[in-house]
């Protein structure tokens, strides 16, 4: 397949690049490098089969040659960048997502979606299935990222009843492993770089909220396998919008709709940190800062779609990850 990627420079484009390489593919890989970077391809730059091209996705995008494929990773995904990129956030989530769609539309291409279990907000429902339609404030400074995907979300719907794109959607949960940044801002990043360098683990609030946490592999494969499975209709099918606009379909049924995946292994942020503390095995305190605006209490996936659909499910232990990931950050900081 030849594919195009998105945010092909961050944490989980670049893990994806690299399997994709792995499995034969060609990739084309399309980051302007706001939170993305150039090391995390250092090593697959040169490759026969990788091209990388810096560019905005929110610009008009066009690549010479066909393409079977559309991934859309571009975005902040960390809270502390689209904090600090609230417009850039929004923009590549709305303007962005329509140029990679129509991307993938000009080249009839399949298009997967990066979305996110932000998705939920801060949800009264836990764990959260897909039918769950969230909690989300969109005044909220967080509401920036909640509001881009959802509307990436509906976009990629309307374009898949509409247009007949193949499309996909994969709500990603909380994910870690190596090529997080060092200062990310996200917690497991946070703690084990705080812990290798004996500074105090910065807990926002008690540390009562609760994430699950997924190790960066299994996300890749779940992602790679949902990208490979042919498609499940005839072109006439996707655009029979009747039946769309009347029948409407139950949530679930179909590959097109969005699933969520991660790790639904569920701890407290307080227990992370006493894991970290406890693996790292530095001497370190624990600070606790103030929790930031609409910091969700819960989340947890409810991955029944993603076992049924895809066969799937995540084989990393939190220890296994953890230890792997520890091991990454003691080269860079430790
Ligand atoms: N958090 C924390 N200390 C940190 C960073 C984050 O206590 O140094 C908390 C944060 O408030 C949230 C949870 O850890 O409740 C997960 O935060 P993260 O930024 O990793 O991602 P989120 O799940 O909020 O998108």
Redesign the pocket.
Known sequence: MRVLITGGAGFLGSHLCERLLGMGHEVTCVDNLITGSMDNLAHLVGHERFRFVQHNVCDYLFVEGPLDAVMHFASPA???DYLEYPIATLKVGALGTHKALGLAKAKNARFLLAST??VYGDPLVSPQPESYWGNVNPMSP?GVYDEAKRFAEAMTMAYHRYHGIDTRIVRIF?TYGPRMRPHD????S??IV?ALTGKP?????T?S?T?SFCYVDDLVEVITRLLMIPSDRTPEQRTDRQSFLYKGESLGETMHEPINIGNPHELT?LE??KKVQAMVGKPTRIEF?P??AD??KV?CPDIRRAQTLLGWEPQVSLDEGLARTIEYFRKKVG
């Open positions: 960390s809270p502390q279990s932000e967080r909380n801002g996200r917690v497991v946070n703690f705080q683990l910065t807990i926002f609030g540390g909220q994430r942020v992370i940190a800062k929790l930031p910091d969700p989340r």
